[in-house]
């Protein structure tokens, strides 16, 4: 049995083809009940996020898993094939190590993976999806994820423009928690960048956009209130922070706007994030004393800076999973050795048991302790080396010189000279 990681993700498919793959993530325990029907599969978790869909398996038909993949969302095997990797042994424990640590990921570094793989394990576990050795490699990926996290820069620094506006944000204002944000925009960066700030838990979230329905859709994602734009120059004064992302060719926020906001305000200082281009943002705006303007440039300037930080960090995180996928392999390999083992130690348990039988008869007739223990150690020690030595005897031409050596190995015998 050998472990694969079977899956797509943001580099081997476009946005189209991922999210014809997304698990409901109610209907994975579902999912997995089907999986391991499949008789060949025997163990299995399912890791299922906007950038990646991945089946972690214990099978050795791998072909069998990737067409169940695709036949679960109704798609021929054919159509995956050209986005789908498929990971065996080694390489599928390197690649769960690289994912957990956020070396895999869209943004390098980020930590949010880490809790989905987590989620991932604890949904198969309850599914009694999980055997011996899948437990044991999502516990290994876990311990290694933290090491890379522990012991480098790699999630260190900015690396995105969402975590760059909230870390802007977090130089003006003590706490974000204290502070209510609007949201210009109802688009991808723009639910990017609210989810990175509901993360800080501030006072209040508002989104804005032309269509009402929605900014109503991503608020309630959120837990946050909707408003429209028209009503953008009456309620400006009300936000601390202002995140802004829109397709307008003109700007939405003009110079007057937010100097009629900073005086009801009475010039308590504003934050103001415009992520749009052509800017969302008029740049007389940046001339206010009390208002602390950044654009596309100055979060990119964060970004850049992180991002060479945590590259530097990269080899050494690499130097750390490629260790720990030797220590894991070696675990999975000393597996196969546990039925010898096992049937080696009931061996020797019914050669102990018979001894000490026969070794109480005698006691118990009378016999003299001492020559009793005696027959007793000669008897074990006879039939210690009665297999080995028979072996031995057995064995002929070069056969022979093999055996010995391999028990002097085992006995950890030296030659006498």
């Known amino acids: 049995m050998q472990v ?18 997304v698990f409901d993530p109610l209907q994975l325990p579902l999912a997995l009940g089907q999986l391991l029907d499949v008789d060949a599969v025997q163990e ?18 791998p072909d069998i898993a990737a067409s169940w993949l695709a036949e679960y969302h109704a798609l021929s095997p054919q159509y995956l094939q050209p986005y789908l990797y498929t990971h065996p042994q080694r390489n599928a424990v390197r690649h769960m190590f690289r994912v957990a640590s956020g070396l ?6 980020e930590p949010q ?13 309850e599914a009694g999806a999980l055997g011996t050795v899948l437990n044991k490699l999502f516990q290994n990926t876990f311990s290694v994820a933290k090491e890379v996290r522990s012991t480098t820069a790699i999630g260190a620094n900015i690396v995105s423009m969402a975590a760059a506006a909230v870390h802007l944000s977090e130089r003006i204002f003590e706490s974000i ?12 960066m723009i639910a990017l960048c609210a989810t990175h700030f509901s993360g800080a838990h501030p006072a209040r979230i508002v989104i804005a956009n032309r269509t009402l329905e929605r900014a109503q859709a991503l608020a309630t994602r959120l837990g946050g209130e909707a408003m429209g734009l ?38 308590r200082p504003m934050v103001i994030v415009d992520l749009a281009l052509p800017r969302d943002v008029e740049p007389e705006v940046a001339n206010l ?57 009931e061996a020797a348990e019914r050669a102990r048991l018979h001894e000490l039988e026969h070794a109480m008869k005698l006691l118990a007739r009378g016999d003299d302790p001492a020559r009793v223990i005696e027959a007793l150690s000669q008897g074990l020690t006879n039939k210690l080396i009665h297999a080995p030595t028979q072996a031995l005897n057995q064995a002929e031409g070069d056969e022979r010189g093999e055996v010995a050596q391999l028990i002097a190995r085992i006995y950890r015998l030296h030659r006498q000279k």
């Open 104 to 109: 895999d990921s869209m943004v390098l570094g």
């Open 44 to 61: 299995a978790a399912i890791l299922s996020t906007c950038n990646r869909t991945e089946l972690y398996c214990a099978t050795e038909r």
């Open 177 to 188: 928690s204290s502070q209510k944000v609007l949201f210009i925009g109802a688009g991808e």
């Open 289 to 345: 004393d009390d208002v602390f303007l950044y654009t596309l440039d100055d979060l990119g300037q964060m970004v850049e800076s992180g991002l060479e930080s945590r590259q530097a960090a990269v080899e050494e995180a690499e130097t750390i999973i490629d260790n720990r996928v030797d220590g894991f392999l070696h675990w999975l390999d000393s597996r196969e050795t546990v039925p010898t083992i096992r049937a080696l130690r």
């Open 4 to 21: 694969f990681a079977i899956g797509i993700n943001h580099r081997t498919a476009p946005l189209a083809v991922r999210e014809q793959m």
């Open 230 to 267: 028209d009503d953008l120059a009456a309620r400006l004064a009300e936000f601390d922070i202002v995140v802004s992302c829109t397709a307008s060719p003109l700007p939405i926020i003009g110079l007057g706007t937010v100097e009629r906001a900073l005086k009801i305000r009475r010039h």
């Open 113 to 125: 993976i880490l809790g989905q793989m987590k989620q991932a394990a604890r949904i198969a576990g």
